[in-house]
């Protein structure tokens, strides 16, 4: 795999990519018409965060109960049947006069359902873009790296920084000349295109992995995954410093009510830079040393959130911060080196569960500390926790990284 090109001339890619980009777009208008929507009946930046971030929260519930199921689920149906729930979801909280507790126990449902839904879409990801010539099987059972799954992860977060970018500046016009519950109808439309793209474009294939789904399978697979410290580091990595920021932009809605799709907006373009940075201009060895540096650009901007900065600052601010979030393809590159193919979904499945575990737990932490105090304040201590996180990590990965490629026991699977 050398280009971008290269890959829409995969088999397969194209309609998952499609499929990708209707979700991303409904799941950015909904989130902010829902946040806007619970705001105005409730005032609370808590609770507005959570209606944005909250439903992460039952990732923690997949990933240790269902999470076996993302290389156990036959890909086409079940990345169909997911967007589908979505869609009809986001439809009945669009109903007039709906409280606000039925729609969050709408969004944990859904969170949950979506908890093995990363490790599918990721898995059937990796699977298109099978090894290319630079990579192999390393002999016993690991890879030796995937650089298609690299560049096609990184065009992925490239789409979704753009579908953020237009998506929160439409759904802000949609909100403000329509309302927020015409807004939901448009994002379950959206929900419903990815599901008839994946349904439609893909094709049929078997589980990667044999087998019934199970808790049993689940925690033995998620114990032999943290078996290796440098796995269970890159987790730690890929879940902590990011969640933490994502805390911040919890409180965008809170900070400015009226000008939150902006925000939003400037800190999807900064992850778009950052995105084609890392998978395109970085050449691998670059990459390596930078992935320590990126998370500290990622929380470093917000400090200035302490002195209550105007929109203009703040937005400048987000952009040059969320270029940090580069940083989880140069850590899920060296993941992707450290697990076999058939627990490659799960394996993947875990990194998003985690991570999204961790987005949801940082946004009522951040929310938490805003109904305390401000949200510049609360911004202000999640960018702090999150370079103290970076910094205490930072030790264990440094001399890892400094060796280049993996070593035959760094690919074993224990």
């Known amino acids: 795999m050398r280009s971008y090109s290269d890959l829409f001339r995969t088999r397969e890619f194209t309609p998952l990519f499609l499929s990708s980009c209707f979700r991303s777009a409904a799941s950015t208008v909904s989130g902010l018409a829902l946040a806007t929507l619970v705001y105005r009946a409730t005032g609370s930046p808590l609770l507005t965060a959570l209606s944005m971030f909250g439903p992460s929260l039952a990732q923690v519930v997949g990933a240790t109960t269902m999470l076996?199921?993302?290389?156990?689920l036959p890909p086409r149906a079940t990345v169909a049947g997911i967007a589908l729930a979505f869609g009809a979801g986001t439809a009945v909280m669009a109903i007039p006069g709906m409280p606000v507790w039925t729609i969050f126990t709408l969004l944990l449902l859904l969170g949950l359902i979506q908890s093995f839904g990363g490790g599918v879409l990721w898995g059937?990801?990796?699977?298109?873009?099978?090894?290319?010539?630079?990579?192999?099987?390393?002999?016993?059972?690991?890879?030796?790296?995937?650089?298609?799954?690299?560049?096609?992860?990184?065009?992925?977060?490239?789409?979704?920084?753009?579908?953020?970018?237009?998506?929160?500046?439409?759904?802000?016009?949609?909100?403000?000349?329509?309302?927020?519950?015409?807004t939901l109808l448009t994002a379950a439309a959206l929900y419903l295109a990815a599901a008839v793209v994946a349904r439609l474009g893909l094709t049929r294939r078997a589980p990667r992995a044999l087998g019934r789904p199970s808790i049993a399978t689940t925690w033995r697979t998620n114990a032999r995954l943290f078996s290796s410290p440098e796995?269970?580091?890159?987790?730690?990595l890929l879940w902590i410093?990011?969640?933490?920021?994502?805390?911040?932009?919890?409180?965008?809605v809170s900070y400015a009510p009226s000008r939150a799709g902006a925000l939003f907006a400037f800190a999807a373009f900064g992850m778009f830079v950052g995105d084609v940075t890392?998978?395109?201009?970085?050449?691998?060895r670059v990459r390596a040393r930078l992935g320590i540096p990126f998370l500290l650009l990622l929380a470093t901007p917000y400090l200035v959130f302490v002195l209550r900065p105007g929109v203009a600052v703040a937005a400048a601010a987000?952009?040059?911060?969320?270029?940090?979030?580069?940083?989880?393809?140069?850590?899920?590159?060296?993941?992707?080196?450290?697990?076999?193919?058939?627990?490659?979904?799960?394996?993947?499945?875990?990194?998003?569960?985690?991570m999204l575990t961790m987005q949801g737990a940082s946004a009522a932490l951040a929310g938490g500390v805003a109904q305390l105090t401000s949200p510049g304040t609360a911004m202000t201590v999640m960018a702090v926790a999150s370079i103290a996180v970076t910094l205490?990590?930072?030790?264990?990965?440094?001399?890892?990284?400094?060796?280049?490629q993996p070593s035959e026991s760094e690919l074993s699977l224990n």
């Not at 099987?137 to 920084?161: A, D, E």
């Not at 205490?392 to 280049?404: I, S």
């Open 241 to 252: 410093p990011n969640g933490l920021i994502v805390g911040c932009e919890s409180l965008y």
């Open 231 to 236: 796995r269970r580091t890159l987790y730690l």
């Open 124 to 182: 059937l990801l990796n699977e298109i873009l099978a090894k290319d010539g630079n990579s192999g099987n390393s002999g016993n059972g690991g890879n030796s790296g995937n650089s298609g799954y690299l560049l096609g992860r990184s065009v992925f977060n490239m789409m979704n920084g753009i579908a953020q970018i237009t998506g929160y500046g439409a759904g802000g016009v949609l909100v403000a000349l329509l309302s927020p519950r015409v």
């Open 68 to 72: 076996s199921a993302a290389d156990r």
């Open 318 to 354: 987000v952009a040059v911060a969320s270029i940090g979030f580069g940083s989880s393809l140069m850590q899920q590159e060296r993941l992707v080196a450290l697990i076999p193919d058939e627990l490659s979904g799960h394996a993947l499945g875990l990194h998003t569960a985690g």
């Open 278 to 284: 890392t998978g395109r201009l970085l050449p691998p």
């Open 392 to 404: 205490t990590l930072a030790p264990t990965v440094g001399g890892v990284r400094a060796k280049g």
